[in-house]
């Protein structure tokens, strides 16, 4: 039986990337590679579950992850691509179009052998995870969900993604302990733009604690008390993959310190990620010499 910290399941994406000056860059991306990159960062024990077509193979094994904790499985209807294009010049406003997606994840791919304190299903859109993976995995440790894998699907024409609420969540919310959803999505999920009250109904509804991230800041619900730390960075060049980079922090040193800790950790993390593109390659005391500087 092998132990991890944290293991992430999602799908391999190729992400295409438009600036708002028009200039397009390739690069490897995906949920899981933010993620990764984001709780090696944090010292944690990590492994991944990652889907991509059989050309593709050997593209995870490029990450810093020791090869025997990666968990390679083949998508034969090949593997995801997403276009994020940005409408304005500090990266906040962007269109997002799904250029191919990977075959479902399905709970008979989960390995049998694998224990973790917390499995993060760190998805693109709708239809990667087949739902039976949330209560096989929440027998096994902590369950951590980033909404935008069940809130977003792809046009079957143009590829758009067309957000709408999930008609499952009160059924599955109660094997979730940590939720995370961006200020948008929380308002599709729950139907309220404040966020305070969108966090307080996810909780109700079963989730243990419930993370929405805003441009400006982070909160977190956890049932009693509300959370919220400032996003501080000192530029948005590396604006892509910041919700996965900071629901990855926050879950993985939440199970090593208190809500205001893990939240202010992740804050600071993603905001040094934030000024870079691609994944945060950073290690914990840039991240601690951050918050000397610009938290406390």
């Known amino acids: 039986m092998k132990s991890y ?6 799908e391999l994406c190729i992400d295409e990337v438009v600036g708002f000056d028009g200039r397009s860059e390739w690069s490897i991306g995906g949920a899981v590679v933010y993620a990764s990159y984001s709780a090696l960062a944090g010292g944690n024990h990590t492994g991944i579950l990652i889907k991509s077509s059989a050309r593709d193979k050997m593209i995870p094994y490029v990450l810093p992850i020791h090869n025997n904790d990666i968990y390679w ?3 034969a209807s090949g593997t ?5 294009v940005f409408l304005d010049e500090k990266r906040e406003r962007r269109t997002t179009t799904a250029l191919a997606q990977g075959a479902q994840i399905t709970a008979a791919e989960i390995p049998d052998d694998v224990q973790a304190k917390v499995f993060h299903l760190a998805g693109l859109m709708n239809g990667d995870y087949e739902n039976a993976i949330i209560p096989l995995l929440a027998k096994r440790g902590k369950v951590a969900l980033d909404m935008q894998c069940y809130l977003r699907t792809p046009d079957p024409l143009t590829g758009d993604m067309v957000y709408s ?3 499952c969540k009160k059924e599955f919310f109660p094997y979730i302990t940590y939720l995370k959803t961006d200020a948008a999505e929380a308002e599709i999920l729950t139907g309220t733009a404040d966020r305070r009250e969108a966090a307080r109904l996810m909780v109700e509804w079963g989730v ?3 993370l929405i991230t805003h ?9 009693k008390d509300y959370y919220t730390c400032p996003l501080k960075p000192r530029g948005m060049d590396g604006r892509t993959g910041r919700g996965d980079t900071t629901f990855s922090a926050y879950i993985t040193e939440r199970e090593r310190a208190s809500i205001p800790e893990a939240l202010e950790y992740a804050s600071a993390l993603v905001s040094l990620k934030m000024e870079t593109p691609g994944p945060f390659k ?3 005391n ?4 951050f918050i000397r500087a610009y938290y406390r």
Do not use: C, H, M, Q
Request: aromatic share 8%; charged share 40%.
């Open 282 to 284: 950073g290690k914990r």
């Open 73 to 75: 499985r083949e998508s």
């Open 286 to 289: 840039d991240v601690e010499k």
């Open 208 to 210: 243990r604690e419930a």
């Open 80 to 84: 995801s691509s997403i276009r994020n």
């Open 165 to 167: 609420d999930w008609p």
């Open 5 to 10: 910290d944290t293991f992430i399941i999602g």
């Open 215 to 223: 441009n400006t800041e982070v909160l977190v619900y956890d049932g």
